[in-house]
């Protein structure tokens, strides 16, 4: 049996390997970027912020006319944020307002509520009741970003806060990889859809809905080609047609060795094939391989080389789950060039026992309680979904290893496995 590291590692290997995905990058608007992988490492053309600024409302001054503690200053400018002053004369002092240019000659802002405003025949005037140092409340033009820096590395994962840090720098395009493209399918002659009266034996294929919903949120170009049948010439047939246009297969069931089960078959015939015993549960079988493309007139090209990459995972609804969150979707992003593609985990206190340690390395459903602890939750079962729901991720407990109460466990919540 593997383990989840050399399992993974293989994968990873494969992906850095195939640069197809990653040669074929576009340029997209920033605004359309979200959950995107950026193909080159972007550099910005200017300071952040560009010019000296105030933090406050309040009034520009030079600080040396201020040390009495009560300096008495005319007021001789109204500068709002996008305005440009004019130079700041020796005891003047400037209205202005926060995200406003600082005006040459001044260098201290003094906060409005430091200040009296007067105004009489002879003019406004303020009283700076407060003595300012030297840059007091001013923002400084490259103070968070200076022109050259390098803002965003190629292989970023694309989320609000980057984008709104390309933005900050003026970027209104991104070189970004090409959508993965992504074929999914599901096996079993017991599937039946939600909507559909379920016959004796049947079950719902909510697999097609959590795989779904995980391949969507990581951004691809998603094809369903939907149940198809225990057959072997059907799951042939679907994965010649899936392999043509799109970059990765994924499958749910047939991947064990019963009769039942022609995803091995199908896809040796089609391509090549590894069947893993992963020491990990749940989950355990893991098929992973390629398919062989072969073209039609009129079949678009564009990114894609010899083969369609091949992944399928266990039936079991849990184990699906967690095998696309451990395998899949580390696969998915480094395809894309990412390299920080595992999640982080944090160390957490175990408030349950698990007293039967397990050959294999075992990913268990848990909850965080209202003491900052762990709970389990108490089916451990792999066709248990509701753990999933009940959950707010997984502990990461490797192979042999029993758990007492007060133990440190390695936690891994779902929202850094999904997205
Ligand atoms: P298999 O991997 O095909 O041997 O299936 C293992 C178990 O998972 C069986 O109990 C199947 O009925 C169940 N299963 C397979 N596919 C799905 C699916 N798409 N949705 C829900 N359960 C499934
Ligand atoms: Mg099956």
Redesign the pocket.
């Known amino acids: 049996m593997l383990s989840v590291a050399e399992a993974r590692a293989f994968l990873l290997a494969a992906a850095d390997a195939h640069t197809a995905v990653r040669a074929a990058h576009e340029t997209e608007p920033t605004l359309a970027a979200n959950g995107r992988v950026l193909a080159l490492a972007q550099a910005s053309q200017l300071d952040v912020p560009p010019m000296d600024n105030t933090q406050m409302d309040g009034y520009a001054v030079r600080a040396a006319d201020c040390v009495s503690g009560s300096a008495r200053l005319q007021v001789t400018q109204r500068i709002p944020a996008g305005h440009v002053g004019a130079a700041l004369l020796p005891g003047t002092a400037a209205r202005i307002f926060t995200g406003a240019m600082i005006p040459p000659g001044a260098d201290a802002v003094v906060m409005q509520e430091a200040c009296e405003a007067q105004s009489d025949a002879s003019g406004d005037h303020v009283i700076v009741r407060h003595v300012p140092a030297v840059g007091d409340w001013i923002r400084r033009a490259g103070e968070d970003i200076r022109a050259g820096d390098e803002i965003l590395a190629a292989g970023t994962r694309l989320r609000a806060q980057e984008l709104g840090l390309a933005a900050s720098v003026g970027l209104a395009g991104l070189p970004l990889v090409r959508k993965l493209r992504v074929a999914v399918f599901?096996?079993?002659d017991?599937?039946a859809m939600p909507g559909e009266v379920l016959k004796p034996g049947a079950?719902?294929?909510?697999?097609?809905f959590?795989?779904r919903g995980l391949l969507e949120n990581l951004g691809c170009e998603l094809t369903d080609f939907g149940?198809v049948p225990?057959t072997l010439s059907a799951t042939r047939d679907t994965l010649r047609r899936a392999a043509r246009e799109h970059d990765l297969i994924i499958t749910?069931?047939?991947?064990?060795v019963?009769e039942?089960?022609h995803i091995k078959p199908a896809v040796e015939v089609e391509g090549r094939l590894n069947m893993w015993q992963i020491a990990v549960k749940p989950g355990k079988?893991l098929a992973f391989g390629e398919v062989r493309r072969v073209r039609r007139q009129g079949d678009d090209e564009n990114g894609l080389d010899g083969h369609a990459f091949f992944l399928g995972?266990?039936?079991?609804?849990v184990?699906?789950f967690v095998t696309f969150l451990l395998f899949v979707r580390p696969f998915m992003l480094r395809l894309q060039g990412v390299q920080d593609v595992l999640p982080k985990t944090y160390a957490m206190r175990a408030d349950f026992s698990w007293p039967k340690a397990d050959r294999r390395n075992e990913f268990l459903r848990a909850r965080i309680n209202d003491q900052g602890g762990l709970e389990l939750f108490a089916n451990q079962s792999s066709?248990v979904l509701t753990s999933t729901v009940w959950g707010d991720g997984l502990i990461d407990n490797p192979a042999g290893r029993t758990i007492n109460v007060g133990d440190m466990v390695q936690f891994i919540p779902f929202s850094a496995l999904q997205g």
């Open positions: 599901f096996t079993g017991e599937l079950i719902y294929n909510s697999n097609r959590m795989l149940i225990d749910s069931g047939g991947v064990s019963g039942e089960d079988p995972l266990p039936g079991n609804p184990s699906s066709g």
